[in-house]
């Protein structure tokens, strides 16, 4: 008799939207057309910003209708971006993703005047106009926050005419790469047998080390078959980035990610300079996992091996099982985290089968019109799974947090977006490491948390040393398929301190890493460093605090802030941090370092 599990593995998307197969679905976005269109020829026929009530009433009306008509649109995408992640091969889905992307430029089009139109008002008109209607003053962080992005915005005429051209430029060659890596297969052998599994199905994690060499190696063989087609895809979204940042008035191409994260340059120079000082560190726990695992050093497919280790929890780790130990850990540090991520679970907001066909990676996005969120995985019966389930558990409770607020506060940066999923996974890793009962766990837990350290400080470093890179490379032409690979190297050596086996790289890491394709996003890599030392940093601030409800609350005072203030400033003003002074970032690093301490004492 067949167990049956006690949380579903497959989400539920019907209640959301008509599905896309239905003609209703088409229906909606030939509805949604119509209403951006409508939209345009209010926004071109708003009057002058003044401190006007009359003026300001027209913006509130306008400005009221247009979160209503963006936060059905977001959902859209996200509905049909769940369904074409759940069934990579559906043509048809492909399609219909095409046909709402043709419709971006509209809500473009509505943004670019907005904030062209508000670039050139003066702090001090902006601040009376807010005043003078309610809805105004609500969302006056919105239109201050419009007023910066007017520097990243061409002409109007000429932002317009881009934005259009973006569907089956930018834009297409981010779906190229979906629909490339979604198609693909990787042949490994199984039980004797060679089978095709999708990227997604392909672990690093087995403790057998053949198994990973060989799903290393597989993995790699399928992805060279499309590295050059990835080339193009790379080569023209950073080409277009930086024909675009030619004609505004930006120093180089991290202006863009860093305004998009609202974040300061000297936030960002702090964080990799201290984590370039203190990495080491990291090094010695890498060599030290290399000796128990029995090599000299490891190579890239060894850096997630589970340790050899007996009496520690069982390498298979059930989806139920992790269900419990995600939602008993939340519980410890807030019940109403914990309680969210329940309703999450039993509801059939995530989609976690382990099956092929299903897009690598995961994710989660909301629906902001019904107040909910869906979580994309594959879970594998592992504690990397599992971590990975509370990530995005964090990023569905940070929309949640936020469902009440206006829609343009709840569209938070994603530094800031990091900072609650890894908070979360932060909860679940400290829970667990104080309930080890064993040495054999104590150190399974510790060998998680310091792979995710790694991932953070090194893998990551990686990726943004072979984006800054290959960005300015590019200014000079096109690069090859060789030259990425080379850069690639370059980045994982120095990055993580050459401290793998000299044959143990990943040059074509640039390939199957999905975060490089992302177009609507310049740099996604970083703010995950980011969002990792923050919530390290005001995770181990609960100390602090003489009751954990008073820190869980100033804990959601943060998320709220996310969206209506600038990074820095949220931070500073709920829990006191200066981003901009290594202080704060050394003593983030200074947790992982006890935890690297630990790990070597228990393994003396």
Known sequence: MTEVAAYPLTWELDSLYPHPDHSDFENCLDQMKVSLESLIERVEALPEVTASEASAAVWGDFLTDYQAATADLSGLFAFLECHCAEDAYNKHFQVLMARLASIRPLRENIETQLQLTLRDVTDEVLQQFAHADSRLQEIHFFLEDSKRNAKLRLPKDQEI????????????????????????????????????????????DSPQRAIRENNFYAANKAWATIADSCADALNHLAGTRLTTYKHLPVNDHLDAPLIYNRMERATLDTMWSVITERKQKLVSYLDKKAELLGLSKLCWYDVNAPLPLSGGESAELPYDRACELVVNSFEKFSPDLSQFSEKALRERWIEVENRPGKRQGGFCTGFPVQKQSRIFMTYTNSADSMSTLAHELGHAYHSYVLKDEPFVLSDYPMNLAETASTFAEAVLGEQRLSA???????????????????????????????????????????????????????????????????????????????????????????????GYLLSLGVYALSDTFSDQTEFADKYRELLIATGCQLTEEAVANTFGYHLGEAEFWNKSIDIIDRRVDRFLELTQ
């Open 161 to 204: 005419l881009a934005s259009e051209l973006a569907v089956d430029g930018l834009h297409a060659w981010g779906r190229l790469y979906d629909r490339l890596s979604g198609e693909l297969k990787i042949r490994v052998m199984e039980k004797g047998e060679l089978v095709d599994r999708s990227p997604g199905q392909i672990q690093f």
């Open 436 to 530: 080890a009962q064993t040495r054999e766990e104590e150190l399974q837990i510790l060998d998680g948390m310091l792979g995710d350290s790694v991932a953070f400080m090194l893998n990551i470093h990686t990726r943004f040393l072979f984006e800054d890179r290959l960005h300015k490379e590019r200014l000079d032409g096109e690069l090859t398929s060789e030259r990425f690979s080379e850069l690639m190297l370059e980045a994982q050596k120095e990055a993580y301190l050459n401290s793998l086996d000299d044959k143990g790289w990943n040059p074509l890491f640039w390939v199957s890493k999905l975060h490089f394709y992302i177009s609507e996003l310049p740099f996604y890599n970083f703010p995950y460093t980011f």
